[in-house]
């Protein structure tokens, strides 16, 4: 079985900055891409950032230049920096991975419990 543990979530002023991480663990034969969702009350789940093993980056609108994403790939880790945050980014964060857990199996996507990240005025 494979679990992503999220940690970093908490209480942050506006213009703060907060790191998030997320560690996969389990049996893992290889990761392609490791990222961030959020979903805030109300509103519907949305992409923050992806990271694929190979180094390309995507990222929403609302948090280009202010978010960075990297990832340790020997620690089957993903990492957000969220620098000069906003009241609007307050919302459940969610690790998310497509791996593949067996030599033979197709790649398969795991989400983290998720972490809350509020950002006060």
């Known amino acids: 079985q494979v679990q992503l543990v999220e940690s970093g979530g908490g209480l942050v002023q506006a213009g703060g900055s907060l790191r998030l991480s997320c560690a996969a663990s389990g049996r893992i034969v290889s990761i392609n891409i490791m990222g961030w969702y959020r979903q805030a009350p109300g509103k519907q789940r949305e992409l923050v950032a992806t990271?694929?093993?190979?180094?390309?980056?995507n990222y929403a609108d609302s948090v280009k230049g202010r978010f960075t994403i990297s990832r340790d790939n020997a620690k089957n880790t993903v990492y957000l920096q969220m620098n000069s945050l906003k009241p609007e980014d307050t919302a459940v964060y969610y690790c998310?991975?497509?791996?593949?857990?067996?030599?033979?199996?197709?790649?398969?996507?795991?989400w983290g419990q998720g972490t809350q990240v509020t950002v006060s005025s």
């Open positions: 998310n991975a497509h791996l593949r857990d067996t030599w033979w199996s197709s790649e398969s996507e795991y």
């Open positions: 990271l694929s093993r190979g180094g390309s980056t």
